[in-house]
């Protein structure tokens, strides 16, 4: 196992008016073999992904992975969001973070809340997407079916058994993407990869190496 070099920073993006701040991991020596954003719901930040061992996880098998705290959440709380709590933010938000942060293409880990980020960026920006992994995020009643069906990009629907309201619409919708794996996690929650990080690990680094 390589071992991992973990740092954080901060990204000023055009959006907002204070920078955002991010935690990274990547392998210690040699050349990652992609780069990964995770994104986080409404009562996280990106310093869960760093308590399970996510961040971790994704270095020793070789990738970047950046941790945001979103606008108005975590240690970017002074950052005002691009706009209100459930609606699509502008598509141009992560691109701005991605092009900031030389992530392109991206792997794309999207939790909850953070659809409102994600969903807008992978309609519009398919090209700048190498894999999308959505947990249960909202706002995926906000696309219609040619719109989800138009979608090339990889993607791995993850969602916990006992999420019966997010997890289920979210399944749902997002199933109409054209290219889709599906994992539901047993037993687990709406926040499924807190509930049994171990399954949600090998889910990720499953998925991860088909790319």
């Not at 409404?42 to 098998?61: H, K, M, P, Q, Y």
């Not at 659809?115 to 249960?136: E, K, N, T």
Request: glycine share 8%.
């Amino acid at each position: 196992m390589s071992s991992v070099k973990m740092s954080e920073g901060s990204v000023q993006v055009s959006s907002c008016t204070a920078p955002l701040f991010f935690r990274q991991s990547e392998p210690s020596s040699g050349k990652a073999r992609m780069s990964v954003l995770l994104l986080h719901g409404i009562r996280f930040s990106s310093e869960n992904w760093l308590n399970i061992g996510t961040l971790d996880t994704l270095a020793r098998s070789g990738c970047r992975a950046v941790a945001l705290d979103l606008p108005g959440l975590g240690r970017s709380k002074s950052a005002e969001a691009p706009t209100a709590v459930g609606e699509l933010a502008p598509a141009g938000f992560l691109k701005d973070v991605c092009d900031q942060l030389n992530l392109s293409p991206v792997v794309v880990i999207s939790p909850s809340l953070s659809g409102m980020y994600s969903l807008p960026f992978l309609m519009q920006h398919q090209d700048l997407i190498r894999g999308y992994i959505p947990v249960a995020p909202i706002c995926t009643d906000k696309f219609t079916a040619e719109q989800y069906q138009s979608v090339k990009v990889p993607s791995l629907i993850v969602y916990g058994e006992q999420d019966a309201q997010l997890g289920e619409l979210s399944l749902r919708n997002l199933s109409k993407l054209a290219n889709h794996s599906v994992v539901m996690m047993k037993g687990a929650g709406h926040p499924c990869y807190l509930d049994d990080p171990d399954t949600w690990h090998k889910a990720l680094t499953d998925f991860l190496n088909t790319l």
